[in-house]
């Protein structure tokens, strides 16, 4: 019995060694130059949600959602009781703090080295490599968007069928449902719209909606808007084929109900097209 569990046990160590993320200590970091009054933009291939600094000689923020900008700390002078001034002082290779950026699916740090600024060779941007990523354990049903793109390409790559699941055709327009596909807690709607007119499409907006099947005189439209949390592609104009892929959180709703999708172009345009889905049409997803 005491063997059988040793081997167990031995087992157990050697899966986590081979799965455990490999601890990181300061000489192993990569090293990114960063110079006085210069900015230093890092560029995450997904969006970060969060950025340490470890020291106050650095400073920083996020101008958007996947850049973060990072610049020395202006010298900071202040009165003492010696009356001294205060301020930094930084020689050509110090290391002057570590910076953390944490994405969706992974954490990537860097120790930054000043450079004065005599060094014409300053890198002033840098895009987050996969050798300085680690990956960060999370809930199995969240997807990085990074990974809900990957999922999307696979799909775009697919041909679409000659017989869409939906199809609405009007003012030389046709907007078709190619397909729905679902993988752990998300669904992912494939879309494709067909203009046969000379006049350009300028998209105003893709609206997704839940709304009541039948509408009754004497009661008001019940209508849920939904927003995809993600998209393939956020074009806004097409002269002759678009398609596109939008994710949504998993949903349900009851048969008296139709989700609609409504095609709306910019400015007073007339060219509106209406689509019901149908829930059953949801329910017969094919898996990615």
């Not at 970060?48 to 106050?56: A, G, N, P």
């Not at 793109?149 to 017989?163: G, H, P, S, V």
């Amino acid at each position: 019995m005491k063997s059988i569990l040793y081997t167990l046990l031995l087992f157990a160590i050697t899966v986590n060694a081979q799965t455990a993320t490999k601890d990181k200590i300061i000489s192993e970091l990569p090293e990114i130059e960063i110079t006085e009054g210069i900015n230093l933009h890092i560029i995450s291939p997904e969006p970060i949600q969060y950025v340490d600094l470890s020291t106050e000689q650095l400073t920083g923020d996020l101008p958007a959602t996947s850049i973060a900008r990072i610049k020395i700390t202006d010298n900071q002078k202040s009165e003492e009781k010696d009356k001294k001034v205060k301020s930094n002082t930084f020689f050509n290779g110090d290391n002057i703090g570590i910076i953390t950026v944490v994405g969706q699916s992974f954490i990537a740090q860097y120790k930054a080295v000043y450079r004065n600024s005599e060094n014409l060779n300053t890198v002033t941007n840098i895009h987050i490599q996969p050798e300085a990523m680690q990956p960060i354990e999370f809930d199995k049903m969240i997807f990085s968007n990074l990974e809900l793109r990957k999922f999307a390409m696979d799909i775009i790559q697919k041909k679409t069928e000659n017989n869409p699941i939906r199809l609405e055709k009007d003012f030389n327009l046709s907007f078709q449902l190619n397909n729905v596909y679902v993988i752990s807690d998300y669904i992912f709607i494939d879309m494709t719209f067909k203009n046969r007119s000379n006049l350009s499409y300028d998209i105003e907006g893709l609206k997704f909606s839940i709304e009541d099947k039948k509408i009754h005189k004497a009661t008001n439209n019940q209508s849920i808007e939904m927003t995809p949390l993600f998209q393939l592609n956020p074009q806004k104009h097409f002269k002759k084929n678009f398609r596109n892929i939008y994710v949504f959180k998993k949903f349900t709703y009851p048969n008296s109900k139709v989700m609609m999708i409504r095609l709306i172009e910019e400015q007073f345009s007339g060219r509106t097209i209406e689509m019901k889905v149908n829930y059953s049409d949801v329910l017969k997803a094919d898996t990615l």
